[in-house]
Structure formats: C-alpha cells, structure tokens
C-alpha cells in the first residue's frame, strides 16, 4: 500500500520551498526535508533551512553534494565568479549549476524510497524559471518517469509553484499563515541577505516584484 | 558543432566496463574515464580501475558518492550485510544500491558537459541484468532525454552491452584484443577477488558461465 500520510520536502530554506513546506504540513501527517550541501558561498542558507524546518515542525536532514561545486563551477559556489546581474539573452545564467535539481530530486528520491515515502515536493516553477532549464514542467515530468524506471517505485513529485508566479506565491504563503515568516526568515538573495534581501541580485528583483504587487493586491482588498 | 571525437567511459574496472572502454578506445581519438567511490568494500575496485585506465590510455577521474552509501545501505558497502548467494525470485537483490546507476550517470553527464562531450559510454546490459531495474534499456532512454531536458545539451548515451550477454561480452572483447587483460586484471567479484574471482558469489557465476561458453566456442572454430 502507498504511504500518502507523509510527504519529503527539498528544503532550501528560501522562499519558495519555504511555502512548500507550509504547503506539505497542511496536507500531510508527517512532513521530512532535506537540504544540499554543495559548497554555497553562504553557509547561512543551511543555517536557515535548519532553523525553518525546526520551527515548522519538520524532519530536517543535509545531504553532503560538495563534489558539484568541484565537477561544475558557477557563480553561486564559486567567490572567483560574480553574479550576473542580468539574466543573458542567450543560454543559462552563470548562477545556473549543471544538473543540480537532477542531483537534489536523485538524492531525494534514494532517501524518500529508504523511508517509504512517495511523494516529493519541490518548489520548481516554470513561470519564474529564470532561465534554468531543469526548473521546466517537462523536465520534472521527465525525471519522474526515470526515477520510476530507476526504482522500480511509484514517486510522485509534486510541484505546488510550477505555474504560478511570485506574486501569486506570496499569496498562497499568506493564505497558509507563513507571509511574515517567508519574508523576514528565509533567504533566497544570492549575496546571502536574509529576509529582503540586497535588493540587486536577480532572485532579489524577482522576489520584490512579486512581494510589491501582493502587497498592492492585498491592501486593494 | 558536437564534439563526436572524445567518449567519456562510465568506468568501475570489472568486465563489462573494461570491454566498453577497449570498444570506446577503437571508435574515438581521446577517451575519458570516470569512476565512483562509494564506500565499497573493496578499495581495490578503485586501484584496478586506475591502473587498467592507465594501460589503456585513458583518463581517470574519481568522483566521491559517499553518501550514497549513508542513504541507501546495501550488501556491497556495508560488511554487515552479506550478499545475497541467489537472486531472490521477488524484488531486487541485496546488492541494488539504489538509484546507483542514475547517480553515476547523471555525474557523468555533468563531467562530460563541462569537458564538451557529448557521448557516454555505459557497459550496463539489459541480456544479463540480474533483476537491477536500472540496467533496462528503458531506464537508459528516458534517463537520456531527462538529462538532455536537465542541462539543454544533446547527450548520447550508448552501450555497447545492452543486447548481448556475457558469452558475447567475452567474444568482444576477444576481437577487441583485451581478453587478457579483462580475464586477469579486472574485478567483477562482490567478494573483491581480482580476475576469475570468487567462484562463489552470482557476479562470478554469471562471469564465469559466459567465459566457460565462449571458450568452448572458440575451441570449437
């Protein structure tokens, strides 16, 4: 029989799995996490996750990936390698890592089916994608089938964000009870700023203009 | 233009891998090698790889996967699991590390991108599986078109092995001219016994059926 009471979330800590979680502690029992390793320049995000995952309640485990950072250098691992500040016209972004989401879902799923769980949760989306191509709804679809196949295991990964933006992601924390703690507890800026962040990195312009347009809708309301 | 002149061999130093890198060597002007340390019983797996990578002129990188062996214990990494002497008739053998294959190769594919290769050799075989779900060639295609999703990049997986069995395997590497060479350097044993190995364990036993049938073969011509 399928264990559908309890559900693994990949965990970073910042604002999108942080409603995730929120989402997955209002649908299932019992909620794990886990969180990757993989030589960021900030250290504070395993600190963050640790302390979110915590506080909600949640399973929290970190799986050590530091042989990423040393196969596919990049700018989110690398202090040798700046951060675009703009996406480029043409192909990913310096902060993209070569198969990272690949890696964190393979991992998740090897610790998920080890526990008897089949259902993973993953912040991904396609709306807000920013040009990494392993956050598309065909990639995830993708992997689902080869996990499977892997396996031999029915995982189902389940992805609460994929066609919603962060407008409507400040939403749905705010309607799961987590706005203030998304804001001001999770990290998501590449220059390691909790809460709002340095306000200059490309995931800080993302994650303002969707918090300035919810803030907007709200107070219309 | 895709680079078709350089192969990356997924690379453990036992039979089948020691055949597809003899075949990867007769196909391409400059092959690469990568193996994986994950915390299996015998290191020697490790030296036999490197020291056959050498002989054949091939470079050899080794990838850290310790945690794999945290997350998914089996009878290969750990000393207090023994392995199992039949396949069971249900299920997979004590030996399936889990999601093994699709870790090696998804690191691969990382190696082989940041290095501008496209083509990855792999000596699994669907003929001579022994119940590991991730040795099918299904897994293998849509592990192909996920890590083509993952990192937008046109990777070929290819395996040489997929169709034939050990008789065969043996013959090929016969015609590639490393019988030798596979016959008395390589570790195919989960008893870490170089060379005709064990006798004892169901990794021997499939070896040394296909070598027992292609000698009486080739007695016979």
Avoid at 146 to 175: G, R, V
Wanted: net charge negative.
């Amino acid at each position: 029989m399928k264990n559908k009471k309890e559900a693994l979330v990949v965990f970073s800590g910042g604002q999108d799995s942080t409603t995730c979680l929120a989402w997955a502690k209002s649908k299932y029992e019992k909620v794990y996490t886990v969180s990757f390793d993989y030589g960021q320049r900030h250290k504070k995000e395993l600190e963050c996750a640790r302390s979110i995952a915590e506080k909600m309640g949640a399973e929290w485990e970190v799986i050590d990936l530091s042989e990423l950072n040393r196969l596919a250098p990049n700018s989110l691992t690398r202090d040798d390698i700046a951060v675009d500040k703009e996406a480029p016209e043409e192909g990913t972004p310096n902060s993209f890592v070569e198969g990272r989401n690949m890696l964190f879902l393979t991992y998740a799923a090897i610790y998920a089916k080890t526990h008897g769980i089949t259902d993973i949760v993953t912040g991904v989306s396609q709306s807000d994608f920013s040009g990494y191509p392993d956050c598309r709804d065909v990639f995830i679809k993708s992997l689902n089938t080869t996990l499977n196949l892997a396996m031999e295991y029915e995982f189902d990964i389940i992805t609460p964000l994929m066609w919603i933006d962060k407008e409507e992601t400040w939403a749905l924390a705010d309607s799961l009870g987590v706005f203030d703690l998304v804001r001001n507890e999770t990290l998501t800026c590449y220059n390691g700023i909790i809460g709002d962040g340095c306000g200059e990195c490309p995931s800080c312009k993302l994650r303002k203009r969707g918090l300035d347009r919810y803030l907007e809708r709200r107070q219309g309301n």
